[in-house]
């Protein structure tokens, strides 16, 4: 009897003792912790070739052959820097890509046509926020954009006396945006924190533990991971072993893990599958100018044109991320901009001067239950609405204003069902509406999945519902 009651004693301890961890883990709050001193740096190559081939033969000899290539290939190169400190938040992506297409298509004897196009991206966005004071910062930020097009198609028809036509189009664009912002606040990376909960409350509940849990254990946790996480190594496999090790020593010195193979088991899971998605905390309130500038130069049927775009804005840009506890996720953004712009389009074209206005918000909602599923609903919108004449041009002096609206509402699930087999899906419904001044001739239509289309004269809108479901098997 003495023996059975003292069984049941040590029992009813350990899940006292278990409940408590667990309480005191799940009661963690997310925005206390504070991201430490790191530098990642990132390099990613992308490479695609793929392509087809046809051949249509019929039985009736007045039928003619048809045959078709087609090929398209693209390669890319995308390298990312990262910066924290105490005084400083910053990042830099650079991307680089190229690719092509190229079509040939003949029926054999009457006709020919060979059709290629080539393209050419850079991209650069650099974001740099100094801060004087603990919640205050000046921003200077820096994004530029430029792409070559190529086109070129030539098509030879035997039948018209040899008649052959060749269309070529060439197209080079830049554009440089350059912030310059003074704000208040401070947005902290915590998914860090969120899987240094995850390892612990998951050793907590197998028993795995050999203290009382504190929030300063998670704390320090939390920067450990940080530190790991944000450091590259070329062979990411011998440095996957050095993170367990750095994480495995860390738990021992700090009495925090029960030596056995079920503790290595549930550490490498939660390692390899739960550091993700990305979660943030802080509010940051910014306002500015935004100076920019753009040119583009078309080579077409018509003499060559460049066009210069001179543009100056007002910038009002506000940030909320609120974790509401380990499980869910509030996040909400509004960016405003006002500004003046002109386009001189030369040697023939429209020169076009006035005003614009954007605001743009958006509001997500996410829940992450474990390290195998994460929900998000958002809402994101966009007004965009242009008040300005075109002079000396076409269209004389009239006043050409325009609006473009813009709503979208989405939910994506992400589900592990193990480390090879992911599941992803995702719906959403958007809605576009947009008036131009000077076309009298546009069109509204509305069109859905299956392809219904209306029209009627005045204006243009669409809506529209999309769905995608993803099944991801990663071999190795």
């Given at each position: 009897?003495y023996?059975?009651s003292?069984?049941?004693?040590?029992?009813?301890l350990?899940?006292?003792?278990?409940?408590?961890?667990?309480?005191?883990?799940?009661s963690f709050d997310l925005?206390t912790?504070i991201n430490?001193?790191?530098?990642?740096q990132?390099?990613n190559?992308?490479?695609?070739l793929?392509?087809n081939?046809s051949n249509?033969?019929?039985?009736?000899a007045?039928?003619?052959n048809?045959?078709?290539?087609?090929?398209?290939?693209?390669?890319g190169?995308t390298y990312?820097?990262i910066?924290?400190n105490?005084n400083?938040?910053?990042s830099d992506?650079?991307t680089l890509?190229?690719?092509?297409?190229?079509?040939?298509?003949?029926?054999g004897?009457?006709?020919?046509?060979?059709?290629?196009?080539?393209?050419s991206?850079?991209?650069y966005?650099?974001?740099?926020?100094?801060?004087?004071?603990?919640?205050?910062f000046?921003e200077?930020d820096?994004?530029?954009?430029?792409n070559?097009y190529?086109y070129n198609?030539n098509?030879?028809?035997?039948n018209?006396?040899?008649?052959?036509n060749?269309t070529?189009y060439?197209?080079s664009?830049?554009?440089i945006?350059?912030?310059?912002?003074y704000?208040?606040?401070?947005v902290?990376?915590v998914?860090?924190?969120r899987?240094?909960?995850y390892?612990?409350d998951?050793?907590?509940k197998?028993?795995?533990f050999?203290?009382?849990i504190?929030n300063s254990d998670?704390l320090?946790f939390?920067?450990?991971?940080?530190k790991?996480?944000?450091?590259r190594f070329?062979?990411?496999r011998i440095y996957y072993?050095q993170?367990?090790?750095a994480?495995?020593?860390?738990l021992?010195t700090?009495?925090?893990?029960?030596?056995?193979i079920?503790?290595f088991?549930i550490?490498?899971d939660?390692w390899?599958?739960?550091?993700?998605?990305?979660?943030?905390?802080g509010s940051?309130?910014?306002?500015?100018?935004?100076?920019a500038?753009g040119?583009s130069h078309?080579?077409y049927?018509?003499?060559?044109?460049?066009?210069t775009i001179?543009e100056i804005?007002a910038?009002l840009?506000?940030?909320?991320?609120?974790?509401i506890n380990l499980y869910?996720q509030?996040?909400?953004?509004?960016?405003?901009?006002?500004?003046?712009?002109k386009t001189?389009?030369k040697p023939i074209g429209?020169?076009?001067?006035?005003?614009n206005?954007?605001?743009s918000?958006?509001?997500?909602l996410?829940?992450?239950?474990?390290?195998?599923?994460s929900?998000?609903f958002?809402v994101?919108g966009?007004?965009?609405r242009?008040?300005?004449?075109?002079?000396n041009?076409?269209?004389?002096n009239?006043n050409l204003?325009?609006y473009?609206?813009?709503g979208a509402l989405?939910?994506?699930l992400?589900?592990?069902?193990?480390p090879?087999l992911?599941?992803?899906?995702?719906y959403?419904?958007?809605y576009y509406?947009?008036?131009?001044?000077?076309?009298?001739?546009?069109?509204?239509?509305a069109?859905?999945?299956?392809?219904?289309t209306n029209?009627n004269p005045?204006?243009?809108?669409?809506?529209?519902n999309?769905?995608?479901?993803?099944?991801?098997?990663?071999l190795?």
């Open positions: 009897m023996t059975k003292f069984k049941l004693s040590l029992v009813a350990f899940v006292f003792i278990t409940a408590n961890l667990n309480a005191q883990i799940n925005s912790y430490p001193v790191f530098k990642l990132m390099l190559f992308n490479f695609n793929s392509g081939g249509q033969q019929y039985s009736n007045n039928s003619p048809y045959s078709s290539f087609y090929m398209t290939g693209n390669a190169v990312e820097l910066k924290n105490e400083f938040q910053g992506l650079l890509s190229t690719g092509g297409n190229k079509q040939n298509q003949t029926d004897t009457n006709w020919l046509s060979k059709e290629e196009d080539y393209t991206n850079l991209h966005a650099g974001a740099n926020r100094f801060y004087f004071a603990p919640k205050q000046f200077m820096l994004q530029i954009n430029a070559q190529f198609n098509f030879i028809d035997n018209n006396t040899n008649f052959s060749t070529i060439h197209q664009n830049l554009n945006d350059i912030p310059l912002l704000g208040i606040g401070r902290e990376q998914q860090d924190a899987l240094a909960a390892i612990l998951d050793l907590s197998k028993g795995k050999g203290k009382q504190t998670i320090e939390a920067k450990l991971i940080s790991l996480k944000n450091t070329f062979d990411s072993m993170e367990l090790a994480v495995d020593s860390f021992r700090n009495d925090l893990l029960k030596d056995d079920q503790s088991g550490i490498n939660d390899g599958y739960g550091a993700g998605p990305s979660r943030a905390s940051r309130f910014s306002f500015g100018i935004e100076p500038f040119f078309t080579d049927y018509l003499p060559f044109v460049n066009n001179y804005y910038d840009n506000y940030v909320y991320n609120r974790p869910w509030n996040d909400f953004n509004i960016s405003t901009k006002f500004g003046l712009f001189s389009p429209d020169t076009q001067k006035g005003e206005l954007l605001i918000p958006g509001y997500a996410g829940w992450y239950p474990n390290t195998r599923t929900i998000y958002n994101n966009n007004y965009d242009d008040f300005y004449t075109s002079t041009g076409t269209y004389g009239q204003s325009s473009y609206l813009y989405g939910l994506t992400q589900y592990y069902f193990s090879q992911q599941l992803n899906a995702s959403s419904f958007q509406f947009y008036k131009n001044g000077y076309q009298n001739d546009m069109y509204i239509f069109t859905n999945n299956f392809g219904n029209y005045g204006f243009q809108s669409k809506a529209y999309t769905f995608n479901i993803t099944l991801t098997y990663s190795f």
